[in-house]
């Protein structure tokens, strides 16, 4: 192997290069050695096989002579046999043809039968055809009723939340309405006194404490506007607007009470038009839902009462 000679900065990198090159070429010599005595071993177990092949190839040609001599001797008697076998099957094979004759007259009546039974299976299947074309008929009214008593109740349960949500509405009004008659019961017909209107007017009013007032009553829903002036005295005004705001809400609310109302007979005129199943058990929980939501459009009417 040739090599290219490195230039060296000195004789102690020249010394190292060298020492590397020597145990390179130690292990390569002693791997070299390896690699020949494992050849050697090869080559004793191959000499070995060799020998114990050749014994083993004597003894089976042995066997194969003898086993030579044996199937000709049976060769022999082999040939015996088959022509006294051949006389037999001459005689079985003219009376399997007088067999096969009686067969062939089976056959053609078996033939006939299958005939007619292949026609009785046809009309059978065309029939089962006939069936299971009802079946599936039957199936996908089944499912459109069922999608269809599906979507009835969801929109009666969407029905039922949007009715629950006009109560609290009714329920919150009520209160507004109650705290208003109050109001107007405690406030009543007032006289103007002009002694106290020229006082109030006289008074320095503090103008961060009625932005503070304005805020705090602006600020809770319902509530009149109230503003306060020094010395304790209330100016709470009640305009026909306040009035006529609260009385549009509450025809607003009546008309949307009717539309649910309007919309829960729809369904419930829906529902009776959709084929049951056999299942008394549906029945009775739909039977249920329907008398539940009976019971909500009465409150709601009491409510509207009150």
């Known amino acids: ?8 900065a000195n004789k102690d990198e020249e010394l190292q290069y060298w020492k590397h090159l020597a145990i390179q070429f130690s292990q390569e010599l002693d791997d070299a050695r390896d690699e020949k005595r494992q050849v050697e071993r090869d080559l004793e177990e191959f000499q070995e096989n060799s020998q114990q092949l050749e014994k083993e190839l004597e003894t089976s ?7 030579t001599r044996d199937l000709r001797t049976r060769n022999n008697r082999l040939q015996l046999d088959n022509d006294t076998i051949r006389d037999k099957f001459e005689h079985l094979q003219r009376q399997s043809n007088m067999q096969i004759l009686e067969l062939q007259t089976s056959v053609s009546e078996y033939n006939n039968r299958q005939e007619t039974l292949v026609k009785y299976i046809r009309e059978l299947e065309q ?57 107007m019961k405690i406030r009543g017909p007032q006289v103007p006194d002009n002694d106290k209107s020229l ?53 607003d609310l009546i008309r949307k009470i009717g539309a649910l109302e309007s919309k829960l007979a729809s369904c419930r005129n ?20 329907r008398l539940n939501r009976g019971t909500s459009t009465s409150s709601i009417h009491g409510y509207l009462r009150a």
């Open 1 to 8: 192997m040739a090599h290219d000679m490195p230039k060296f």
């Open 61 to 67: 040609l042995e066997q194969a002579e003898k086993t």
């Open 127 to 183: 029939k089962n055809d006939d069936l299971e074309r009802a079946n599936r008929a039957m199936m996908t009214s089944l499912g459109e009723s069922e999608t269809k008593l599906n979507t009835a109740i969801e929109r009666n349960a969407i029905l039922e939340v949007e009715q629950d949500e006009t109560k609290s509405i009714l329920q919150r009004l009520k209160d507004e309405s109650r705290d208003l008659l109050q109001e």
């Open 199 to 251: 006082e109030r007017v006289c008074s320095p009013i503090d103008s961060n404490k009625l932005t503070v007032e304005i805020q705090t009553q602006t600020g809770i829903p319902g509530s009149p506007l109230k503003i306060s002036h020094p010395g304790g005295i209330q100016n709470i005004p009640l305009t026909p607007s306040t009035r006529i705001s609260g009385m549009n809400i509450v025809s």
């Open 270 to 289: 829906a529902s009776r038009e959709i084929p049951l199943p056999g299942d008394s058990m549906s029945r009775e929980v739909f039977r249920g839902r």
